[in-house]
């Protein structure tokens, strides 16, 4: 059974930064695109940043040029760097593990992790 299990999360002021790792286990890492997304209060859920496979990247434009995503497929792991953080950022922050099969895409979620941006 995939699991995924985010961490690093916290209290930062703004301008500061944070870096959040996602740990996958039970099955094939390499072979599954992974994500973050994030959820503020009263809001949707929404994409942040996701690595593919075989490792292209691709950010929302609300953390381009602040946010880096990536993986290491010898520790089954995917970090976020997250540097400028603003106010807006804050939010739980959710990894996600997928993967598309013949009988379609399959997703895995962690419990999330909290970033609060504040002074």
């Known amino acids: 059974q995939v699991q995924v299990a985010e961490s690093g999360g916290g209290l930062v002021q703004p301008g500061g930064s944070l870096r959040l790792s996602c740990a996958f286990s039970?099955?094939?890492?390499?072979?599954?695109?992974m994500g973050w997304y994030r959820q503020a209060p009263g809001k949707q859920r929404e994409l942040v940043a996701a690595?593919?496979?075989?490792?292209?990247?691709n950010y929302d434009d609300s953390v381009k040029g602040r946010f880096t995503l990536s993986r290491d497929n010898t520790k089954n792991t995917v970090y976020l760097q997250m540097n400028s953080l603003k106010p807006e950022d804050t939010a739980v922050y959710y990894c996600?593990?997928?993967?598309?099969?013949?009988?379609?895409?399959?997703?895995?979620w962690g419990q999330g992790a909290q970033v609060t941006v504040s002074s």
């Open positions: 690595i593919t496979s075989g490792g292209k990247t």
């Open positions: 039970g099955s094939s890492f390499s072979i599954y695109a």
């Open positions: 996600n593990a997928n993967k598309i099969s013949p009988s379609g895409r399959k997703d895995y």
